[in-house]
Protein backbone atom coordinates (compact mmCIF):
# COMPACT_ATOMS: atom_id res chain seq x y z
CA UNK A 1 0.00 0.00 0.00
CA UNK A 2 1.34 3.39 -1.40
CA UNK A 3 1.86 5.87 1.63
CA UNK A 4 2.11 9.67 1.08
CA UNK A 5 4.96 10.94 3.19
CA UNK A 6 6.01 14.19 4.94
CA UNK A 7 8.60 15.58 7.81
CA UNK A 8 7.05 15.32 10.96
CA UNK A 9 8.13 18.45 12.19
CA UNK A 10 9.78 21.25 10.41
CA UNK A 11 11.03 24.67 12.21
CA UNK A 12 12.14 27.95 10.55
CA UNK A 13 13.33 31.41 11.95
CA UNK A 14 11.37 34.19 11.23
CA UNK A 15 12.01 35.55 7.80
CA UNK A 16 13.65 32.58 6.63
CA UNK A 17 13.18 30.30 3.68
CA UNK A 18 11.37 26.56 4.38
CA UNK A 19 10.91 23.93 2.46
CA UNK A 20 8.36 21.28 3.13
CA UNK A 21 8.27 18.07 0.44
CA UNK A 22 5.76 15.61 0.02
CA UNK A 23 6.75 12.02 -1.69
CA UNK A 24 5.99 8.94 -1.97
CA UNK A 25 6.84 5.39 -0.15
CA UNK A 26 7.45 3.91 -3.62
CA UNK A 27 7.86 5.52 -6.39
CA UNK A 28 8.07 9.13 -7.67
CA UNK A 29 6.12 12.08 -7.91
CA UNK A 30 5.23 14.17 -10.66
CA UNK A 31 2.61 16.44 -11.91
CA UNK A 32 0.55 13.81 -13.13
CA UNK A 33 -0.16 13.42 -9.62
CA UNK A 34 -1.60 17.21 -9.48
CA UNK A 35 0.06 17.13 -5.64
CA UNK A 36 -1.91 20.23 -3.83
CA UNK A 37 -1.49 21.53 -0.54
CA UNK A 38 -3.52 22.90 2.71
CA UNK A 39 -2.81 24.68 5.72
CA UNK A 40 -4.38 24.42 8.56
CA UNK A 41 -4.85 25.59 12.54
CA UNK A 42 -5.65 23.83 15.28
CA UNK A 43 -9.45 23.86 15.82
CA UNK A 44 -10.08 25.51 12.16
CA UNK A 45 -10.76 24.15 8.43
CA UNK A 46 -8.19 23.25 6.14
CA UNK A 47 -7.40 26.44 4.06
CA UNK A 48 -6.25 25.60 -0.04
CA UNK A 49 -2.46 27.04 -0.76
CA UNK A 50 -1.33 25.36 -4.06
CA UNK A 51 -2.74 23.43 -6.56
CA UNK A 52 -1.63 21.49 -9.79
CA UNK A 53 1.81 21.00 -8.44
CA UNK A 54 2.47 24.99 -8.37
CA UNK A 55 -0.71 27.30 -8.59
CA UNK A 56 -1.40 29.45 -5.86
CA UNK A 57 -4.69 29.49 -4.89
CA UNK A 58 -6.73 33.26 -4.78
CA UNK A 59 -5.15 35.25 -2.00
CA UNK A 60 -2.63 33.08 -0.73
CA UNK A 61 0.77 35.42 -0.25
CA UNK A 62 3.23 34.85 -3.22
CA UNK A 63 6.00 33.77 -0.50
CA UNK A 64 4.45 30.24 -0.62
CA UNK A 65 5.45 28.35 -4.06
CA UNK A 66 5.31 24.65 -5.32
CA UNK A 67 7.37 22.54 -7.06
CA UNK A 68 8.46 18.93 -7.84
CA UNK A 69 11.82 19.19 -6.05
CA UNK A 70 13.82 15.88 -7.50
CA UNK A 71 11.21 12.79 -6.60
CA UNK A 72 8.83 14.98 -4.49
CA UNK A 73 6.80 18.02 -4.42
CA UNK A 74 7.88 20.45 -2.61
CA UNK A 75 6.13 23.62 -0.43
CA UNK A 76 8.47 26.89 0.11
CA UNK A 77 7.74 29.56 2.36
CA UNK A 78 9.80 32.43 1.66
CA UNK A 79 10.26 34.73 4.12
CA UNK A 80 8.33 33.12 6.62
CA UNK A 81 6.09 34.86 8.82
CA UNK A 82 5.07 33.76 12.65
CA UNK A 83 1.84 33.57 11.38
CA UNK A 84 2.82 30.78 9.39
CA UNK A 85 3.31 28.14 11.81
CA UNK A 86 0.89 25.99 10.96
CA UNK A 87 -0.29 22.26 10.24
CA UNK A 88 0.58 21.75 6.15
CA UNK A 89 -1.28 18.87 4.43
CA UNK A 90 -0.10 17.42 0.51
CA UNK A 91 -2.32 15.73 -1.30
CA UNK A 92 -1.78 13.21 -4.48
CA UNK A 93 -4.53 12.11 -7.08
CA UNK A 94 -3.59 8.59 -7.04
CA UNK A 95 -5.94 7.62 -10.04
CA UNK A 96 -9.36 6.10 -10.20
CA UNK A 97 -11.07 8.58 -8.01
CA UNK A 98 -8.71 8.41 -5.10
CA UNK A 99 -7.44 10.87 -3.10
CA UNK A 100 -4.20 10.49 -0.43
CA UNK A 101 -3.13 12.89 1.74
CA UNK A 102 0.31 12.61 3.31
CA UNK A 103 0.59 12.78 7.26
CA UNK A 104 1.14 16.67 7.76
CA UNK A 105 4.20 18.92 8.56
CA UNK A 106 4.07 20.45 11.90
CA UNK A 107 5.36 24.12 11.24
CA UNK A 108 7.09 26.14 14.01
CA UNK A 109 8.22 29.98 13.44
CA UNK A 110 10.87 30.92 15.96
CA UNK B 1 -19.76 33.54 -1.54
CA UNK B 2 -18.98 29.89 -1.39
CA UNK B 3 -20.48 28.72 1.95
CA UNK B 4 -20.88 24.68 3.00
CA UNK B 5 -22.33 24.30 6.21
CA UNK B 6 -22.04 20.34 8.18
CA UNK B 7 -24.17 19.72 10.16
CA UNK B 8 -25.76 15.74 11.69
CA UNK B 9 -22.84 15.05 14.13
CA UNK B 10 -22.98 14.12 17.92
CA UNK B 11 -22.39 11.11 20.22
CA UNK B 12 -23.65 8.09 19.08
CA UNK B 13 -23.10 4.17 20.23
CA UNK B 14 -20.46 1.77 19.05
CA UNK B 15 -22.24 -0.16 15.78
CA UNK B 16 -24.85 2.77 15.27
CA UNK B 17 -25.83 4.68 12.31
CA UNK B 18 -25.36 8.54 11.42
CA UNK B 19 -26.29 10.61 8.17
CA UNK B 20 -24.01 13.65 7.71
CA UNK B 21 -25.19 16.66 5.62
CA UNK B 22 -23.42 19.44 4.52
CA UNK B 23 -25.23 22.13 2.88
CA UNK B 24 -24.11 24.06 -0.24
CA UNK B 25 -24.22 28.10 -1.50
CA UNK B 26 -23.10 30.36 -3.19
CA UNK B 27 -22.12 28.28 -6.21
CA UNK B 28 -23.58 25.91 -8.95
CA UNK B 29 -23.80 23.00 -6.76
CA UNK B 30 -25.01 20.33 -10.01
CA UNK B 31 -21.79 21.22 -11.77
CA UNK B 32 -19.17 20.37 -8.93
CA UNK B 33 -17.89 16.95 -7.60
CA UNK B 34 -17.91 16.75 -3.65
CA UNK B 35 -15.38 15.37 -0.84
CA UNK B 36 -15.81 13.82 2.60
CA UNK B 37 -12.44 14.25 4.50
CA UNK B 38 -12.14 13.24 8.12
CA UNK B 39 -9.65 14.11 10.89
CA UNK B 40 -9.43 12.38 14.22
CA UNK B 41 -8.70 13.84 17.27
CA UNK B 42 -4.82 15.03 16.76
CA UNK B 43 -3.86 13.56 13.37
CA UNK B 44 -3.73 14.01 10.15
CA UNK B 45 -6.38 14.45 7.13
CA UNK B 46 -7.65 11.83 5.75
CA UNK B 47 -9.82 11.46 2.23
CA UNK B 48 -13.16 9.65 2.66
CA UNK B 49 -15.07 9.97 -0.88
CA UNK B 50 -15.73 11.72 -4.17
CA UNK B 51 -18.78 12.41 -5.71
CA UNK B 52 -19.73 13.06 -9.30
CA UNK B 53 -21.76 16.28 -9.77
CA UNK B 54 -25.13 14.24 -11.46
CA UNK B 55 -24.00 11.39 -8.36
CA UNK B 56 -23.26 8.65 -11.20
CA UNK B 57 -19.60 8.45 -10.02
CA UNK B 58 -18.42 7.38 -6.18
CA UNK B 59 -15.06 6.31 -5.20
CA UNK B 60 -13.96 5.26 -1.77
CA UNK B 61 -11.13 4.89 0.39
CA UNK B 62 -10.87 1.53 1.10
CA UNK B 63 -10.90 1.71 4.82
CA UNK B 64 -14.45 3.07 4.61
CA UNK B 65 -15.77 0.61 1.44
CA UNK B 66 -19.01 -0.61 2.55
CA UNK B 67 -19.67 0.77 5.52
CA UNK B 68 -20.12 4.70 4.55
CA UNK B 69 -21.87 5.98 1.36
CA UNK B 70 -21.72 9.37 0.01
CA UNK B 71 -24.80 10.88 -1.79
CA UNK B 72 -26.05 14.04 -3.36
CA UNK B 73 -29.46 16.06 -3.55
CA UNK B 74 -28.73 18.90 -6.44
CA UNK B 75 -32.15 20.05 -6.12
CA UNK B 76 -31.49 20.93 -2.18
CA UNK B 77 -27.65 21.90 -3.12
CA UNK B 78 -26.80 18.80 -0.19
CA UNK B 79 -24.17 16.18 0.00
CA UNK B 80 -24.95 13.52 2.32
CA UNK B 81 -22.30 10.89 4.23
CA UNK B 82 -24.08 7.88 5.36
CA UNK B 83 -22.12 6.17 8.55
CA UNK B 84 -23.20 2.81 9.54
CA UNK B 85 -21.78 0.05 11.95
CA UNK B 86 -19.55 2.83 13.77
CA UNK B 87 -16.34 2.47 15.66
CA UNK B 88 -14.25 4.02 17.96
CA UNK B 89 -11.73 5.21 15.51
CA UNK B 90 -14.36 7.21 13.60
CA UNK B 91 -14.29 9.50 16.10
CA UNK B 92 -13.34 12.23 14.20
CA UNK B 93 -14.11 16.14 12.67
CA UNK B 94 -15.90 15.27 9.01
CA UNK B 95 -15.28 18.06 6.45
CA UNK B 96 -17.14 18.19 3.35
CA UNK B 97 -14.90 20.01 0.39
CA UNK B 98 -15.93 21.27 -3.33
CA UNK B 99 -13.64 19.73 -5.50
CA UNK B 100 -12.20 20.80 -8.75
CA UNK B 101 -12.20 17.65 -10.99
CA UNK B 102 -9.74 19.44 -13.20
CA UNK B 103 -7.09 20.51 -11.18
CA UNK B 104 -7.89 17.57 -8.23
CA UNK B 105 -8.53 19.96 -5.82
CA UNK B 106 -10.36 20.82 -2.39
CA UNK B 107 -10.69 24.42 -3.28
CA UNK B 108 -13.15 25.58 -0.89
CA UNK B 109 -13.41 23.58 2.65
CA UNK B 110 -16.60 23.26 5.38
CA UNK B 111 -16.03 24.48 8.81
CA UNK B 112 -16.60 20.10 9.80
CA UNK B 113 -19.04 18.47 12.35
CA UNK B 114 -17.69 16.03 14.98
CA UNK B 115 -18.61 12.72 15.67
CA UNK B 116 -17.87 10.87 18.95
CA UNK B 117 -18.63 7.27 19.10
CA UNK B 118 -18.42 5.92 22.47
CA UNK B 119 -20.40 3.62 24.72
Partial sequence: QTVVTQEPSVSVSPGGTVTL???LSSGSVST??????????PGQAPRTLIYSTNTRSSGVPDRFSGSILGNKAALTITGAQ????????????????ISMFGGGTKLTVL | EV???ESGGGLVQPGGSLRLSCA????????????WVRQAPGKGLEWLANIKPD???????DSVKGRFTISRDNAENSLHLQINS??????????????????KVFDHWGQGTLVTVSS
Avoid: I, N
Fill in chain 2, 3 to 5: QLV
Fill in chain 1, 82 to 97: TDDESDYYCVFYMGSG
Fill in chain 1, 21 to 23: TCG
Fill in chain 2, 24 to 35: ASGFTFSSYWMS
Fill in chain 2, 86 to 103: LRAEDTAVYFCARRVSSL
Fill in chain 1, 32 to 41: SYYPSWYQQT
Fill in chain 2, 55 to 61: GSEKYYV
